[in-house]
C-alpha cells in the first residue's frame, strides 16, 4: 500500500522559513520522480516543484522559483520542500505527489493528505 505522510507543516509570518518532509513507503521510491502541490482556499490545486529520481532535474512554479527548493534522500525514501522567504499568498495545504510526469501539466498517480502552510503578514 503507497503511503505519502506530509509534516513541517505551520503557522510562520512573512519572511520566515519551513521545510517540509514527505516520507514515502510501499513504491519503489528511488526510481519516481516526486512532486509537491499546493492548495489554496477557494483555488485549484497548482503545482509548486518536482524532482527526477536522481535529485538531478527540478523544476519550479514561476512563483515559488528563487525562495523554494526541492530535494529527496533516497535512503530515507523523503523529499523535502525547503521554502524561504514565504508570502500570505503562499498560504495553502501543501500536497507531496509521487510517480509524476514531465511536461506541461504535470500529472502524478499518487498522493499524501497534505499539510497545512499559513503564512500571516
Known amino acids: 500500500q503507497v503511503q505519502l505522510v506530509e509534516s513541517g507543516g505551520g503557522l510562520v509570518q512573512a519572511g520566515g522559513s519551513l521545510r517540509l518532509s514527505c516520507a514515502a513507503s510501499?513504491?519503489?521510491?528511488?526510481?519516481?520522480?516526486m512532486g509537491w502541490f499546493r492548495q489554496a482556499p477557494g483555488k485549484e490545486r497548482e503545482f509548486v516543484s518536482t524532482?527526477?529520481?536522481?535529485?538531478?532535474?527540478?523544476v519550479y512554479a514561476d512563483s515559488v522559483k528563487g525562495r523554494f527548493t526541492i530535494s529527496r534522500d533516497n535512503a530515507k525514501r523523503t523529499v523535502y520542500l525547503q521554502m524561504n522567504s514565504l508570502k500570505p499568498e503562499d498560504t495553502a495545504v501543501y500536497y507531496c505527489?509521487?510517480?509524476?510526469?514531465?511536461?506541461?501539466?504535470?500529472?502524478?498517480?499518487?498522493w499524501g493528505q497534505g499539510t497545512q502552510v499559513t503564512v500571516s503578514s
Open positions: 510501499g513504491l519503489p521510491f528511488s526510481s519516481y520522480r
Open positions: 505527489a509521487a510517480k509524476c510526469s514531465t511536461g506541461f501539466r504535470t500529472s502524478c498517480d499518487y
Open positions: 524532482i527526477n529520481w536522481s535529485g538531478g532535474t527540478t
